[in-house]
C-alpha cells in the first residue's frame, strides 16, 4: 500500500505543556487508522496540527509526499474534515452551505455533486430549508456531505457519530467503510466509541499525555498487549 | 490567488445577507438617519443666518465622506466576526483558501457595503437637500480610495485584536474607526482643534481627505500635497496593518488560538 501521509516526530507545546510528544505513524492509502484517547490525550491537537490550524512546535507532517503546510493549500485540496462539533453557518440554507465550500474546492459540477450528497445524506428533502432547522444528527450529516464535496483522497473526521441515532451511526459506519475500500480514501477518525473504532479501523493509534501508546491492527494490538478487547486494552493501558 | 474561492467567501456574505432582514437594514439605517440629522442641523443653521451652501456641503459632504471609512472598516471586521460568530472560522481555514485570498474577499465585501452606502446616501442627499457630492468630480474617486485604505487599515488592526484577545475585542469592530472621527476634521477644519491634536491630526489620512473635500467644493481646485500625504500615510498605515495581521495569524497559529475563537 501506498504511504498517503507521513507524521514524523510531531510535537506541540503549549507554553510549558507538551500537547504532543513524538508522535510519528504513517496513513496508507485506503487505510481507516481510528484515533483513541482519553479526554487530554492529544487526539484535538494532532487534527488540528493536520489540518494546519495548530503550528507543530517539532516534527514533520507531508501529505502526498508533499511538506505540510508548506504546501498548505494545495493538499487541502485533496483532504477534508467533519467534526462533531464544528457546525455550518445556520443561517444559511443546506444547498447554499454546500455552494459556498463547492466553490471553494473549485467542484467542476457543484449543483450534481451537491444533490448527489444530499440524497445520500437523506437532506434532499430539506435542502431549500435553513441549517438551523436540523437536528443535531442532521447538521452532523450535512457536515459529512460537505467533507465529501472534494472527494478527499484524506478524510479527518473528529467524532462523527458522536449523537448520531444508532441507525444513522451505522449508516455513516457504512459509508465510511464503502468510501474506503471502493474510493480507496484514506480516513482518520477519532472516537469515545470503542466498539466503533474496532470495528471500523483497520488500524489503531493509542495516545496518551501527547505520546504514542500504541500503534497496529486490532489484532497486533490485542496479541501485544494480552488484552481481549479494545476495552479490555483502553483499561490495561490506564487510559 | 483563487478567483473561485474569493468568489465563495463573498457568496457567503450575500447569501447570510439575503437571508436577513436585519443585516440589510444595518446597511441603510444608519446612513439614512444620519444624512437627515445633518441636512436638517444644515437648514436651522440656514435659517440662523449662516450661509447655506458651504454649511451644508461641509457638513453632507463630509457625512458621506467619513460612512465610506466607516462602512470600509466594517465591511472588513463585522465579515470576519460573522464567520466567527456562525463557527465557521475552522470549515474555511481548513479548505484550501488562502489567507491572501479570504482577505481579498473580505475587501470586495466591504467595497460592496460602501457601494449601497454611498448610493443611498449620494441619492437621499441630492433628494432632500439638493446636495451632489459628485461635484468634487474626479477628486472623489481619490478621497474614497484613500478612505477606503484608511479603513481597511483599521480593519485589520481590529481583525488582529480580535484573533489576539479573542471575541472580547469585537466591540472595536465599531468603536475603533471613532476614534478616528474628531481628529479627522469631517465636519470643521483641523485648525479649531487644539495644539496637541493638530498634532495627532496631521498623521491621520482621512484629515488630509476632508481638508481636501472642503477645499474643492470651495475653491473648486486641490492643494495636490493634500492628497500626497493621505496616499503615503495610507501606505504606511495599510502595510502596517497587513504585517500586524499576518504576525498575529502566525502566533494563533502557533498558540492554537484559531478553534477556540467563539467558543
Same mark, same amino acid.
Given at each position: 500500500?501506498?504511504?498517503?501521509?507521513?507524521?514524523?516526530?510531531?510535537?506541540?507545546?503549549?507554553?510549558?505543556?507538551?500537547?504532543?510528544?513524538?508522535?510519528?505513524?504513517?496513513?496508507?492509502?485506503?487505510?481507516?487508522?481510528?484515533?483513541?484517547?482519553?479526554?487530554?490525550?492529544?487526539?484535538?491537537?494532532?487534527?488540528?496540527?493536520?489540518?494546519?490550524?495548530?503550528?507543530?512546535?517539532?516534527?514533520?507532517?507531508?501529505?502526498?509526499?508533499?511538506?505540510?503546510?508548506?504546501?498548505?493549500?494545495?493538499?487541502?485540496?485533496?483532504?477534508?474534515?467533519?467534526?462533531?462539533?464544528?457546525?455550518?453557518?445556520?443561517?444559511?440554507?443546506?444547498?447554499?452551505?454546500?455552494?459556498?465550500?463547492?466553490?471553494?474546492?473549485?467542484?467542476?459540477?457543484?449543483?450534481?455533486?451537491?444533490? $448527489? &450528497? #444530499? +440524497?445520500? =445524506?437523506?437532506?434532499?428533502?430539506?435542502?431549500? %430549508?435553513?441549517? *438551523?432547522?436540523?437536528?443535531?444528527?442532521?447538521?452532523?450529516?450535512?457536515?459529512?456531505?460537505?467533507?465529501?464535496?472534494?472527494?478527499?483522497?484524506?478524510?479527518?473526521?473528529?467524532?462523527?457519530?458522536?449523537?448520531?441515532?444508532?441507525?444513522?451511526?451505522?449508516?455513516?459506519?457504512?459509508?465510511?467503510?464503502?468510501?474506503?475500500?471502493?474510493?480507496?480514501?484514506?480516513?482518520?477518525?477519532?472516537?469515545?466509541?470503542?466498539?466503533?473504532?474496532?470495528?471500523?479501523?483497520?488500524?489503531?493509534?493509542?495516545?496518551?499525555?501527547?505520546?504514542?501508546?500504541?500503534?497496529?491492527?486490532?489484532? $497486533? &494490538? #490485542? +496479541?501485544? =498487549?494480552?488484552?481481549?478487547?479494545?476495552?479490555? %486494552?483502553?483499561? *490495561?493501558?490506564?487510559? | 490567488?483563487?478567483?473561485?474561492?474569493?468568489?465563495?467567501?463573498?457568496?457567503?456574505?450575500?447569501?447570510?445577507?439575503?437571508?436577513?432582514?436585519?443585516?440589510?437594514?444595518?446597511?441603510?439605517?444608519?446612513?439614512?438617519?444620519?444624512?437627515?440629522?445633518?441636512?436638517?442641523?444644515?437648514?436651522?443653521?440656514?435659517?440662523?443666518?449662516?450661509?447655506?451652501?458651504?454649511?451644508?456641503s461641509f457638513?453632507l459632504g463630509g457625512l458621506i465622506l467619513w460612512n465610506i471609512l466607516?462602512?470600509a472598516?466594517?465591511?472588513?471586521?463585522?465579515?470576519?466576526?460573522?464567520?466567527?460568530?456562525?463557527?465557521?472560522?475552522?470549515?474555511?481555514?481548513?479548505?484550501?483558501?488562502?489567507?491572501?485570498?479570504?482577505?481579498?474577499?473580505?475587501?470586495?465585501?466591504?467595497l460592496?457595503?460602501v457601494a449601497?452606502a454611498f448610493g443611498?446616501m449620494s441619492f437621499?442627499a441630492s433628494?432632500?437637500?439638493?446636495f451632489q457630492v459628485f461635484k468634487l468630480g474626479f477628486w472623489l474617486l481619490l478621497f474614497v480610495l484613500n478612505l477606503c485604505a484608511?479603513?481597511?487599515?483599521?480593519?485589520?488592526?481590529?481583525?488582529?485584536?480580535?484573533?489576539?484577545?479573542?471575541?472580547?475585542?469585537?466591540?472595536?469592530?465599531?468603536?475603533?474607526?471613532?476614534?478616528?472621527?474628531?481628529?479627522?476634521?469631517?465636519?470643521?477644519?483641523?485648525?479649531?482643534?487644539?495644539?496637541?491634536?493638530?498634532?495627532?491630526?496631521?498623521?491621520?489620512?482621512a484629515?488630509y481627505v476632508f481638508e481636501g473635500m472642503r477645499e474643492v467644493l470651495?475653491?473648486k481646485s486641490l492643494?495636490l500635497?493634500l492628497l500626497?500625504?493621505a496616499f503615503?500615510?495610507?501606505?504606511?498605515?495599510?502595510?502596517?496593518?497587513?504585517?500586524?495581521?499576518?504576525?498575529?495569524?502566525?502566533?494563533?497559529?502557533?498558540?492554537?488560538?484559531?478553534?477556540?475563537?467563539?467558543?
Open positions: 500500500m501506498d504511504t498517503i501521509l507521513e507524521v514524523k516526530n510531531l510535537s506541540k507545546k503549549f507554553g510549558a505543556f507538551w500537547a504532543l510528544k513524538d508522535v510519528s505513524f504513517t496513513l496508507y492509502e485506503g487505510e481507516i487508522l481510528g484515533i483513541l484517547g482519553p479526554n487530554g490525550a492529544g487526539k484535538t491537537t494532532l487534527i488540528n496540527c493536520l489540518l494546519g490550524l495548530v503550528l507543530p512546535t517539532e516534527g514533520r507532517i507531508n501529505y502526498f509526499g508533499l511538506p505540510f503546510p508548506k504546501y498548505r493549500s494545495k493538499v487541502l485540496e485533496k483532504v477534508n474534515f467533519a467534526s462533531n462539533y464544528v457546525g455550518l453557518p445556520l443561517s444559511l440554507t443546506l444547498e447554499e452551505n454546500l455552494l459556498v465550500y463547492a466553490h471553494l474546492y473549485r467542484l467542476k459540477n457543484p449543483k450534481e455533486k451537491i444533490s $448527489e &450528497l #444530499l +440524497k445520500l =445524506f437523506g437532506l434532499w428533502e430539506k435542502r431549500k %430549508l435553513r441549517t *438551523r432547522t436540523l437536528s443535531s444528527g442532521q447538521m452532523m450529516r450535512l457536515c459529512l456531505a460537505k467533507a465529501l464535496l472534494n472527494e478527499p483522497r484524506i478524510l479527518l473526521l473528529d467524532e462523527p457519530t458522536a449523537g448520531l441515532d444508532p441507525e444513522i451511526a451505522r449508516d455513516t459506519r457504512s459509508l465510511l467503510q464503502s468510501l474506503s475500500h471502493e474510493k480507496n480514501t484514506s480516513i482518520i477518525i477519532t472516537s469515545h466509541n470503542l466498539s466503533e473504532i474496532e470495528r471500523i479501523s483497520d488500524r489503531v493509534l493509542v495516545l496518551q499525555k501527547g505520546q504514542v501508546k500504541a500503534l497496529g491492527t486490532k489484532e $497486533e &494490538l #490485542l +496479541k501485544s =498487549f494480552e488484552a481481549k478487547s479494545l476495552e479490555d %486494552l483502553y483499561f *490495561r493501558l490506564n487510559l | 490567488m483563487n478567483p473561485r474561492r474569493i468568489y465563495a467567501v463573498i457568496l457567503r456574505q450575500v447569501f447570510l445577507y439575503r437571508r436577513s432582514f436585519t443585516r440589510v437594514l444595518d446597511v441603510f439605517y444608519w446612513p439614512t438617519v444620519d444624512l437627515l440629522l445633518w441636512g436638517f442641523i444644515t437648514i436651522y443653521l440656514a435659517r440662523g443666518g449662516a450661509s447655506l451652501p458651504p454649511y451644508a457638513f466607516l462602512r472598516q466594517q465591511g472588513v471586521s463585522v465579515s470576519f466576526l460573522e464567520d466567527i460568530w456562525a463557527r465557521n472560522l475552522i470549515n474555511l481555514f481548513v479548505s484550501p483558501l488562502k489567507i491572501s485570498e479570504y482577505l481579498v474577499a473580505l475587501v470586495c465585501i466591504s460592496i457595503k449601497f443611498v437621499l433628494l432632500c437637500f439638493g484608511m479603513g481597511w487599515a483599521i480593519g485589520l488592526v481590529t481583525m488582529s485584536a480580535i484573533l489576539w484577545f479573542g471575541q472580547e475585542a469585537e466591540i472595536l469592530a465599531w468603536a475603533l474607526a471613532f476614534l478616528f472621527l474628531p481628529v479627522s476634521g469631517v465636519f470643521y477644519p483641523v485648525e479649531v482643534l487644539p495644539e496637541g491634536l493638530r498634532q495627532v491630526a496631521t498623521i491621520v489620512p484629515s470651495l475653491a492643494n500635497s500626497q500625504k503615503l500615510l495610507n501606505l504606511f498605515y495599510l502595510s502596517g496593518s497587513l504585517v500586524l495581521f499576518l504576525t498575529v495569524y502566525r502566533k494563533a497559529l502557533e498558540k492554537g488560538t484559531i478553534p477556540k475563537i467563539g467558543e
